[in-house]
Structure formats: C-alpha cells, structure tokens
C-alpha cells in the first residue's frame, strides 16, 4: 500500500471535513480520529510493535487533552465538569494500558469514548432540528 498516497488523501479528507464544522461536528471528527488511533494502538500492543503502541497512545492522549482544553468550564456547568473527569480517567487509563500492555484497559477506553460520541451525535441531531 502506497502509505504517502493514503496520507495525502487522508488529510484532503480531514482538511474538507473541518473547513465548515460546525464546533459539535469538530468534536465528532476528533472522536473518530481519536477511536481509529485507538484501534491503531491495539493492533501494535497485539503485535508487540511497542514504539508504535506508544506514538499511537501519545496521539490520542494528545487528542484527548485538546479536547478537555476546547470545554468551557465558564459556562458547561456540571456536564463539563463530569467531561474533564471522563477525559482525564481516559488518559489515565490509557498510560495504565500503554505501561501494563492492558488490552483491557485500552477497550475500556474505547467503550466509555463511543458513548461519548453518541452523546455527541445527539447534540448533534438536536442542533440540527432546530
């Protein structure tokens, strides 16, 4: 697979996706990002590929970071409170799983992040309607 033609697209595509987001729809093309890293780092960690376990787990603690920093604590109340929780468990579970080589611990990630993007969807869906 030519790798330099997949990253050329791939950032056509991204740069398309984003350049009239919405701030919701944002978020949303974070979590897919964040999710395919994910799966990315599982299949080193399954494969035993370490160095590409861990740039694969820096990235998406680096997304999730931006996406704690992009919360309005000002003016989310509680709900965003409860969001900087989740992301920071979520990039405390995925040290846990980069250091133990916890499959676990990196599904359990994956799990609580495609509920969030469903909650996100929703947002989403009510925008939309109104």
């Not at 790798?3 to 950032?11: E, G, N, Q």
Request: charged share 20%; hydrophobic share 40%; aromatic share 8%.
């Amino acid at each position: 697979m030519d790798y330099d033609a997949y990253r050329s697209y791939h950032a056509v595509n991204l740069e398309s996706q984003t350049a009239t987001a919405s701030p919701v729809q944002l978020v949303l093309v974070l979590f897919d990002g964040l999710l395919e890293e994910l799966a990315r780092a599982r299949g080193h960690l399954e494969q035993q590929r370490y160095e590409q376990k861990g740039d694969s787990i820096s990235k998406c603690i680096n997304i999730l970071g931006g996406l704690s920093s992009a919360l309005d604590s000002d003016h989310g109340g509680e709900v965003v409170t409860n969001l900087a929780r989740l992301y920071d468990y979520c990039v405390f579970r995925l040290y846990h799983a980069s250091i133990e080589l916890d499959l676990a611990a990196l599904d359990e990630v994956v799990q609580l992040l495609h509920t969030l993007k469903g909650g996100w969807m929703g947002v989403q869906e009510q925008h939309a309607a109104l």
